[in-house]
């Protein structure tokens, strides 16, 4: 995954438009293009009501899914003690990095649930980077649905650096 920022005029109208109708106090996010393993897309950043969001749009301004950095404490204890004891199964050890709440669904059921609170038809998942310990320590993002249960995890690689870090 790479990401490059991109200046707003170069974002497709779709995606601008639905941002601005679901968020409609958010003024300025920052925009990016992002390259992965499945394609190129569009994100929007910023932060709102205490939380940092991230919007990713496809190609051509669809919204894909809304992700919300929470912190564990945000979690329902059921859900953590799911993902919990894949960690324990799976891995030596842990240390949690950054969680996510992931949101998708249809634009128009997105954009209610954060315009107006209703919820219905979403999907929610947790988005979990993590530090993990088999043999060595890498660094992980797995994929857990709304109950906690383990769905798909990837190895995340950094990218070799010249840069000397102490």
Known sequence: EKEVSVKVQDVPSAAKEWLKDAFESVQKP???LEYSQTGKSFEAKFRYQD???????DSVGFVQDVEI???QSEMSSEVWKEISAY???EFQQVKVEKIQRQFSGLPEDLEDYFDE?????LLVKYEIVFQGKKEIWELWEGLFDDSGRFLSI????IRPTD????
Do not use: A, P, T
């Not at 990837?154 to 690689?157: D, E, G, W």
């Open 51 to 57: 939380h940092y969001y991230s919007v990713e749009f």
């Open 69 to 71: 950095e929470i912190d």
């Open 87 to 89: 960690f324990e199964k």
């Open 154 to 157: 990837l190895k995340v690689q």
């Open 117 to 121: 609170g209703e919820q219905e038809n």
């Open 163 to 166: 840069n000397l870090v102490f």
């Open 30 to 32: 920052k925009w990016f």
